[in-house]
């Protein structure tokens, strides 16, 4: 005698956005990110870093 069970199906989280640093500069160094009318400044560093400040 042969029992089959089977697992229960998981739902995967749907992936979060994704944006490219050098989209959002515009292959600059700097861009502006609004959130709730204030501004963060995101920098890319000489070294390829992401610095985002308020």
Same mark, same amino acid.
């Given at each position: 005698?042969?029992?089959?069970?089977?697992?229960?199906?998981?739902?995967?989280?749907?992936?979060?956005?994704?944006?490219?640093a050098?989209? *959002?500069t515009?292959?600059?160094?700097?861009?502006?990110?609004?959130?709730?009318e204030?501004?963060?400044? *995101?920098?890319i560093?000489?070294a390829?870093?992401?610095?985002?400040?308020?």
């Amino acid at each position: 005698m042969s029992f089959h069970s089977t697992l229960p199906k998981r739902k995967l989280a749907p992936s979060p956005p994704s944006y490219a640093a050098r989209d *959002l500069t515009q292959d600059g160094d700097l861009a502006q990110i609004v959130l709730d009318e204030k501004i963060y400044i *995101l920098r890319i560093t000489r070294a390829g870093k992401l610095i985002l400040t308020k």
